[in-house]
Structures are given as C-alpha cells and as structure tokens.
C-alpha cells in the first residue's frame, strides 16, 4: 500500500520559518518525481515545488528564494524548508509522487499530474 505522511505543518508569525517533511513507502521513491501542492480556502491548489528523479528542481514564482525542496533517499523522505513566510503562505500543503494522471487520493480541487497524494498539513501564517 503507498503511503505519503506529510508532518510539519503548524501556526507561525509572518517572517518565521517552517519545515514540511513528507515520508513515503509503497513505491519507488527513488525513481519518482515528487512534489508539494497547496490549496488555501477559495483559491486553487497551486503546484509549489518539485523535486524529480534527475535531481531538478522547479518552484512557482511566488516562492522563489524564500521555499527549498530537498530529498532524502536513505529516509524516502521529501522535505519543503520555508523561510520569510507570508500571510498569503496560509494553506493546506499537499505532498504528490510519482506523475500520473489517474489517482485514488488526490485531493478535491486539485489538478491531475501525480499518481500518489497524502492528507496534507496545515499551515497558517499570520501577519
């Protein structure tokens, strides 16, 4: 059975700093591209970062140099280390794996794109 288990979400201040932690199993972690959504109430969910088995990275322009991706193989775990959050941050984040259109779990409102989806982790930044 896959499993996505994100943890790590919480309540911060505007400036502060939060790291998300996403720990897979069921899968090939290490083949798979992986990544983190995010759907605040009444906005779309929004693709964040991925982090892909060639080791690429890619991140939407609104949290360039603030959020960074990484990928612990030995762990099958992926991480999203977020610094100098902002009150527009406040969103459920979702962890995703390996691309696909077709999913069981993907969560409502969000776009086709990964196979594997977890239950997401709140984050709420407050200005």
């Known amino acids: 059975e896959v499993q996505l288990v994100e943890s790590g979400g919480g309540s911060v201040q505007a400036g502060g700093s939060l790291r998300l932690s996403c720990t897979a199993s069921?899968?090939?972690?290490?083949?798979?591209?992986m990544a983190w959504y995010r759907q605040a109430p009444g906005n779309e969910c929004e693709l964040v970062s991925t982090?892909?088995?060639?080791?690429?990275?890619d991140y939407t322009d609104s949290v360039k140099g603030r959020l960074t991706i990484s990928q612990d193989n030995a762990a099958n775990t992926v991480y999203l280390q977020m610094h100098s959050l902002k009150p527009e941050d406040t969103a459920v984040y979702y962890c995703?794996?390996?691309?696909?259109?077709?999913?069981?779990?993907?969560?409502?409102?969000?776009?086709?794109?990964?196979?594997?989806w977890g239950r997401g982790t709140q984050v709420t930044v407050s200005s």
């Open positions: 982090f892909n088995a060639d080791g690429t990275t």
């Open positions: 995703a794996a390996d691309r696909g259109t077709f999913s069981k779990t993907r969560p409502r409102g969000c776009p086709r794109g990964f196979h594997y």
């Open positions: 069921g899968f090939s972690f290490d083949d798979s591209d």
